[in-house]
């Protein structure tokens, strides 16, 4: 089973978002959720509740399939952070000249999956 969650416009650059999305990649889905909760980085906050919507939806599909269901089997397949729209901002600076702020986001996507999902690949 594989389910899937994405944030969108995500106040947060993409490269920042990056490293704390890169320490989860591969691990089991409630060790991410214990290892984002004490990431002192701000972006560990929006990508936690990428990866409890994931495993939420992960719930809601094996619900409906009535498959058997236990969150200790799952794990981040695949998760990315790709960039977002890129909000321009002029900053005033000396001599009359505008100083250009470019306020990035991000879209943060991660797929959940049981390893008997891998194995039939």
Sequence with gaps: ?????????IRV?????RRVVNLVRGKQANEALAILKF????????????????MA???VLADR???PFDEGDLYISEAFVDEGPT???FQPRAQGRAY???KRTSHITVVV?????EEAR
Excluded: C, F, W
């Design 1 to 9: 089973m594989e389910a899937k969650a994405i944030a969108r416009h």
């Design 13 to 17: 650059t993409p490269m920042k978002a």
């Design 39 to 54: 990431a002192q980085q701000a972006a560990s906050e929006p990508v936690y509740k990428v990866v409890a919507s994931a």
């Design 57 to 59: 939806n992960a719930r």
């Design 65 to 67: 399939d009535g498959l």
């Design 87 to 89: 909000m321009k901002r």
């Design 100 to 102: 250009r702020i470019k």
């Design 113 to 117: 999956a049981t390893p008997e999902n």
